[in-house]
């Protein structure tokens, strides 16, 4: 059986011959990232052979002469030999982002926020009195809780978990029958969660929580006050997997990666709900309810759903609605017999993220004014719509605003340029980093901020090439490539220049050109353009960092007036708090979604024309954007 | 830390200082039967403490000497020193039983049994034809489904549990999107269960439990033929830790050892589940629903519910009517979304083996005519009545009749006296065995034999004293007891004579008592007396042996008519069977047990006066006995 070490950790593994290294690292609990999801596309995974025979595949982005240094990507190498020893390279973690845990509500319209009379949570705490045991009356103790539960509540059916009859015997015999009872109703029944003994009406939690590809946010409520207590945010375990849903579903096609991505993304959240928790002094059985609101390929890895046929034509989940789950059977470590709500998706890209992102916004309003909802992500998801109709569509914008697929990008975490300044007459940036640390890369609203720096001072052109005429010493280029260095081995945080290539710079385009196309499309769809909205709604994590005039210029959004565009911050968990306080707004959310209007864009011719025309920045018709014209010629 | 060492099989552990013996040997892998439940009352799991400290204290059941020969009661002796060394004599098993797994339909008159347009079980199976997913018709797997059900079902609402919406997007891409559901429908839903490719619909299986303090019986049921495949019996693996209910609570009183009671049960039943599942090539998951019946302590202790409260004044259990449970949440390893349905019990000590075994009488038709239902076990319990009234009550005969509390007393097993004949010149006794081996011991139906062939020949007084005056070779005085040897030593199959002291006899003489009395004044609250009873349904795995003229002898039944009494097997096992496969009977037994009033004897000052006057042979009025008077006249 061959034995494999891996460097500089040491960490040593036995593994069956014919092993994926990547499988055997995993084992032998040393994280190689794949974000490509382990298909060899990425290159992000190479490890450096020292020792001992290996089966590898020869991958493009690999130069040729890597193989022969031993250089190969760990996603696609077997192992052969008795003895092999690995070296791997240092982790660019996805540790230390910068996350917001603050309340974001005000970022969302007061009107639109619950009001105090719409409190009506779907778990709920009684006081109940209920009589002693008597010799002879023929009752049981549950017979009794039943009776005295309906006696305010009329003849209803009452269920009860296993966990509650256990706990009834003690509970009516510990406070002269004083009990306080949680529970959630249906229409025909009252289901009980809990029995606790004396009156606990005053703790009573909940939770709510954004299970996003890239960052998993999750929300301590006070269900009595219907207040936010805390947020906590970290990355989405599953990043090492895959970057985006893609790799993501690539990597769950073998049965025991589906169960890991399903483990890793659990790991997560419950470690989140733990630090909420803790630092309110609340119990995890205290927590008796939870709104979950992901994208369809989140929803579909959490619940341990196959993601294969998400990205398959016809592009079919298999759920929609999740019906009410358990705590216990979904792995969320709150109250086991708690229900567990998940915000419905409409199609395979739109997802019950948006769905509960709509909810923050005038489009779930029944108001006559058109409106746009974008979610900038790795996805991007597009919701257009009034009181009479909406539509939703989702384009793959790639991680490149996340940082991710380009070659000195990285999170919005400490050391990260986030903004930039470019020189007119030398070309040379000059630059702000997150924690003003010396620089390690680029983050996605530092490559706008670039990009757009460069395009105004003339430095890049529309098509995004960079300017090889004018002599500049931050323009160079290697071998076939061309780039520009934002930060000189001197200032840089990392042993090389911090530099951007036009390949990276294609990237960002592509990325911005999706988003507006997917947008112009679908107002096309609806004969309309831009110029007819009344309010244009941006959400996710990216956009708070964003600068709006920057975005416009590289023709990433719309040249209208600055008063349209309202930036929500994470929209998804503000739908699913309101979800949790207000049943009203959970049915209020299912018939959104059933409103919704699934557009697959990839079967609409017209979609890739608007898409091409858009591969310029900041588009190949400049009148789209008068300002940004405008900009260029005062310059 | 003290370290013990068990003998003869050296097994050897670790424990805390004080640590009870007992507890000692059960987590070093020694059993040791505690029969009362570690009260120390019963003497039955005496150790030879051979080297090493001990704490132990003096019960009266040991003699004075004992503790000076080492010479304590497991259950109530804790380890002081550093090194103890324990002998532990050999078990007398519970091996071997005679169990009877034959299908015992016969035994039950067959206008009882559910008829065939009466076959309706819970969980049914279908076939379904799903058509394939399509662009942009929005619906998930899981909405075609729905559709496809709710077009045979209409707009009736469908509950999933999660490991359905698992297979489902497997399940429909299969075989063309023929799949079989398995489902159970209440009222307003239809609960999925079970989700599989194709038909499956010949193979759907179900299983009926009868879980006794002493004895398990799992039915393994072809729902689709509503037959009986096979049944398999074993011992309660709970016996080592209390013979009966009342041992059993009092051992559960440590958190650790109800705990240890629930995994007891369920051990055993799950044990046989497989075994009936392997022998017809049934796979767990495909068992689909279950029915289980036991008494009131037994359904208690299986859910992990606290026991206490139905031994204290006033004897309220948790509960009567469990709710359908899963079974994955109750442990039953059958498919985990099945549902799990109890018997409904009545009282403290009138369960759901008993509104089973009702369904298996006359007792639960609509008829004028008076019948009696004893259910004889450790515990007798009793239901009279007619189509106006039913009434029930409980009455402790103790483990007598099943071979325990008697010095040479055993199951009904290899090896055990079965069958006795006395001679009335010389007084000796002819006997068989169980398997014609040497004997071990006498069993139950053994000892009613036995004392009414005494009690005949003239050798035995009303009083259950044996005859002193006349010489017999077979009745000796040993100290103050006096004994009547059965096998003398020469034919015993152990190393002593088997016999029968005085102090039995009188144990014997209270079971019959208890069960006697109960049955009278059952009738007499009613007005009436045995003469009024159009049939007398014996249920119960002693009843299987017990010889009816012997059992009159005695004064345990009632000397009326041969023809009125009815042997119907285990009952409560063949009422389970009815109601797995009809919910016709699953409600008529729910409305059975809401009819049946529940009568505390405990708390009737006119039982002591019955019983007391049962306290002889055949009783303190021989003329209700004229049959016994009679035939002792003969003689």
Redesign the interface.
Known sequence: MPVIEFLPSKKTIHVAAGALLHDAARKAGVEIDVPCGGKGTCGKCVVKIKSGQVDTESFGMLPPEAATEGIVLACRTRVLDECVVVEVPDRKGYEGGKFSDEDETYLVRGELLPQKWQYDPLAVKWLLQVPG????D??????RLTRAIQQWWGKIEI????SV??D???AL?SEDGQVTITFVRD??RVHAIRIEKGDTTLRHFAIAVDVGTTTIAVQLINLGQANILCTRTDYNGQIPCGLDVISRINYAARPDRQQELRTRVLDTINKLIKQAAESHGVQPEEICNAVISGNTTMTHLL????P??IRL???????????Y?NAA??GITINPDSWIYFSPS??SYVGGDITAGVLCTDLSTPIDEMNLFIDIGTNGEIVLGNKDFLMACACSAGPAFEGSGIECGMRAALGAVEKVKVDPITGIASYSTIGDVRPKGICGSGIIDLLAELFITGWLDSAGKLNRVRECACIKTIGKRTYYIIVPETQSGIDKPIMISELDIENIIRAKAAIYSACTLMLNQAGMDFNDLAHIYIAGGFGRFLDLEKAKIIGLVPDVAKEKFHYIGNASLMGSYMVVVSQEYKEHQQELARRM??M?LS?DPAYMDHYTGALFLPHTDPSRFPSVLHMKQRL
Not at 138 to 143: A, F, N, T
Not at 159 to 162: A, I, M
């Open positions: 045991p008597k010799l002879g023929g009752l049981s103790d549950l017979d269920v009860y978990p296993l009859i256990r009834t015997a003690e015999r229409q025909e619940l341990g759903l196959k294969e046929y034509d016809p592009y079919t989940p298999t759920v929609h609605e999740v019906p789950l059977d979904t409409v199609g209007t699934y697959e079967s």
